[in-house]
């Protein structure tokens, strides 16, 4: 029983650790890079074909094809999760604390031990010096707080402070990370993601999942009324932009148009321009028997049995490609045979003397083709986007307030007793970042002390260099 | 005079400015580091009139785009950024001798920019993915981060050149005007939230743009993925400097390493891994 509450406590602490946080940053940054040197998302042949079957093997058992959305890669997501939780669950109860923290006695020869001090006498009386003294640190620092001292020896004592809040913003930084994966998880669980095609004038409610299993069912149609894509004179694409008409419940709901930087929502759910490309209406070939050297022209519409004249086959345009290896477009003609397997063959439309360009004891040469235009649309709902917006709002803000803001603390210590040479001052202050630029501030300051007071350092001597002495403990001192 | 004259000048203003700096340092000479300070902006405000003609010229041609399309327009901001970065901690620091190595980077980023015969100069019109209102918040945001890191990574280098003279507390000879080494990490740890404050702004604008042009805000593409491993690292940075033993030297080695990553997504994502992003490639 003793030993395994030791584990657990020892196990708390490890997942509290600062290293551990460290761990698992660069164990996601390497886990990341190893992701951008492998093809993400490919088929298992492609990676047999590129890397060799044993390799394949170990790229497929650690996930590695598709690393982001592996298990382990985010179990390190939620490992960071975790580590930023119960560092905060650790941490934010001290810096609470030190938030209220009120001074409740100020002590000069404490004072005289900070990175920052000075000590200095005035012939002023008391009731000058404080005027002086008070409008002075609370121009430079901010509103000065006296501190009732118990010991009742006369002196006073004081504190100005500013931006003691910024202590809170790491914790700001860290909540807004668990927000954005927040937000990620929730878009991966109550969202979707897929992709559509639709070809002019056609209308679908049909879509492709990522991972290219199966079919995801829209609650509604979609009809791409026309597509259209514009050139710069030089070639280069202007514009993509496809008109749709969403048809929910029989009747048109929705047209609208849908181009790249400026989606079409539709009840929660998002179109965006992804991709485009032709699809084959009709080819019209002509087809010689080199037997009888016999001529004869078809009209093939897209993916419809055409007979073959004087005999009994039939054939069909298959499948079009926009580009095959770089020799323009191909139809793929599938000849059907009574009692056989089905023929392929791939023709090259422009390249007519192509010696592929035929099947059985045909030559074939395409004469021209009708082609129409298809879209190719990214559909998604996440509800998720809007926590994650938040995120990253937080992010920003934090990490900005982190930045600009710091905490600064001056401390005041004066011996108000007159008659026994003047006012003895001591001042000392502290900020917890940029700490060069607050030194000059604090000799600033103190330098204003002196010339309005007319007072004098009253340890010259011991003060004379005093970057050189007190710089080294400046760091250990809170 | 065209932009691209102006940007040639430039390039030789920056050389020269970085020259000053160095010799400033090596002969210790306060003069020869103030003439780099004068030449640096002088070169500075050149540069920032040649980005606006640059932007005028793009109407002229009736594409009318901010000059942050193409690898050369964002390389030429790059430089600007890191220069105008340099040269208000010049001001603020009120310290001159760390001007060398944020020079050298941004004439190196010019004259790659105007001599490679990779990168064309010539002004193109904007593809769709890139006409948005995002660009230039996106384009603008993450150079102001690289130019950060670059920064950083010259003082981390100062640092590290510095530091090797610890035994002597004063040192003589090139090192004389540098600054003591607890300084320069503070300097550093500056830079770094600075640049990450910038970096984290860029991938945000870049996720909520990429949201509204592909229909996700994060897709792993090898451009996201570099650019959140280079923040992972400067991450692992801020927080290391709390470890006990890892200011200094190891935060100097690691924000070097941040810059190679900074470098990698910038250059080695266009030119090594294809993606989303690859039309910065041209």
């Given at each position: ?119 200095m006498k005035t012939s002023f009386t008391w009731?000058q010096v404080r005027p002086v003294l008070?409008?002075i ?277 004066a ?7 003047g006012v003895?001052i ?20 103190c330098e204003q002390l002196r010339t309005e007071l007319k007072a004098e ?22 | ?282």
């Open positions: 029983m003793e030993d395994k509450r030791s584990f657990w406590s020892v196990f708390y602490e490890q997942l509290a650790s600062l290293k551990f946080t460290i761990f698992i940053l660069f164990a996601l940054a390497a886990t990341s890079l190893v992701g951008t040197l492998l093809p993400q998302g490919g088929s298992q042949e492609e990676i047999v074909a590129r890397y060799g079957a044993a390799m394949a093997k170990i790229i497929d058992m650690l996930g590695l094809a598709d690393l982001y959305h592996a298990g382990w890669f985010r179990l390190l997501l939620l490992l960071l999760g975790v580590n930023l939780i119960v560092c905060t669950m650790e941490r934010l109860p001290k810096t609470l604390k030190l938030l209220r923290y009120r001074d409740r006695t100020v002590e000069p020869e404490k004072l005289l031990k900070l990175a920052s001090h000075a000590e009731d008070e409008r640190v609370s121009e430079t620092i901010g509103p000065v707080r006296r501190v009732e001292m118990p010991s009742g020896d006369g002196a006073y004592a004081a504190v100005a402070e500013k931006g003691r809040w910024s202590l809170l913003m790491v914790y700001v930084v860290h909540l807004s990370v668990l927000v954005v994966l927040l937000g990620a998880l929730t878009g991966s669980v109550f969202g979707f993601k897929a992709f559509m095609n639709i070809a002019e004038g056609e209308s679908t409610d049909e879509a492709e999942p990522p991972s290219g299993n199966g079919v995801f069912q829209l609650p509604f149609q979609v009809r791409l009324d026309k597509f259209d894509v514009s050139f710069y004179e030089g070639g280069m694409p202007k514009d993509y932009r496809s008109d749709v008409t969403i048809i929910d419940g029989g009747r048109e709901a929705l047209k609208g148009s849908v181009r790249v930087n400026d989606p079409l929502t539709y009840n929660g759910v998002t179109f965006y321009q992804a991709s485009y490309g032709s699809v084959l209406k009709q080819a019209e070939i002509e087809i010689q028997n080199t037997q009888s050297g016999a001529v004869y022209k078809l009209t093939l519409p897209f993916k419809e049995m055409v007979d073959i004249p004087e005999t009994q086959s039939k054939i069909m345009a298959m499948h079009y490609e926009e580009d095959f290896s770089g020799f323009g477009p191909a139809i793929v003609l599938v000849v059907f045979d009574e009692g056989a397997k089905p023929a392929v063959s791939r023709v090259l439309v422009n390249h007519p003397d192509f010696h592929g360009n035929q099947f059985q004891n045909y030559r074939v040469r395409v004469l021209r083709t009708e082609q129409s235009r298809y879209t190719g649309l990214q559909v998604k709902r996440d509800p998720g986007v809007w926590i994650v917006w938040c995120g990253f709002i937080t992010m920003i803000l934090g990490i900005g307030a982190a930045y600009w803001m710091g905490s600064r603390k001056v401390w005041v210590w011996s108000t007793g007159a008659g026994k040479g003895r001591v001042v000392a202050g502290r900020a917890d970042k940029d700490t060069f630029a607050f030194e000059q501030i604090f000799e600033d300051l350092d009253a340890n010259a001597a011991a003060d004379g260099a005093p970057k050189a002495g007190s710089r080294k403990n400046g760091q250990e001192i809170r | 005079m065209n932009s691209s004259l102006l940007l040639s000048i430039v390039t030789f203003g920056y050389l020269l400015s970085a020259i000053f700096y160095l010799s400033g340092v090596v002969f210790q000479r306060k003069p020869l580091l103030a003439a780099g300070g004068v030449c640096g902006l002088a070169t500075l405000l050149l540069q920032t009139a040649a980005l606006g003609r640059r932007w005028m010229e793009s109407y002229a041609l009736g594409y009318g785009h901010a000059p942050f399309a193409n690898l050369y327009e964002s390389l030429v901001f790059g430089a600007w950024a890191i220069t105008c970065i340099y040269l208000v901690l010049e001001r603020r620091l009120k310290q001159r001798s760390l001007g060398f190595f944020p020079l050298l980077i941004a004439f190196m980023a010019m004259a790659y920019a105007s001599f490679s015969p990779e990168v064309d100069s010539k002004i193109q019109p904007l593809v769709p993915a890139l006409k948005s209102n995002w660009l230039i918040a996106h384009v603008v945001t993450c150079f102001l981060g690289y130019a950060a890191f670059a920064v950083s990574c010259g003082i981390s280098i100062t640092y590290l050149l510095r530091d090797s003279k610890l035994s002597n507390p004063n040192p003589s000879g090139f090192m004389a005007m540098i600054p003591e080494p607890r300084r320069l990490d503070e300097l550093n740890h500056q830079m770094v939230l600075f640049g990450f404050l910038w970096l984290s702004v860029g991938i945000i604008t870049g996720s909520v743009w990429a949201n509204s042009a592909w229909g996700t805000y994060w897709s792993w593409d090898p451009k996201e993925t570099w650019s959140l491993i280079t923040w992972l690292v400067y991450a692992a940075l801020l927080h290391s400097r709390s470890l006990k033993g890892w200011r200094g030297r190891r935060v100097a080695k690691l924000s070097i390493l941040g810059f190679t990553c900074v470098l990698f997504t910038y250059f080695g994502v266009n030119f090594l891994l294809s993606g989303l992003h690859s039309y910065g490639a041209k």
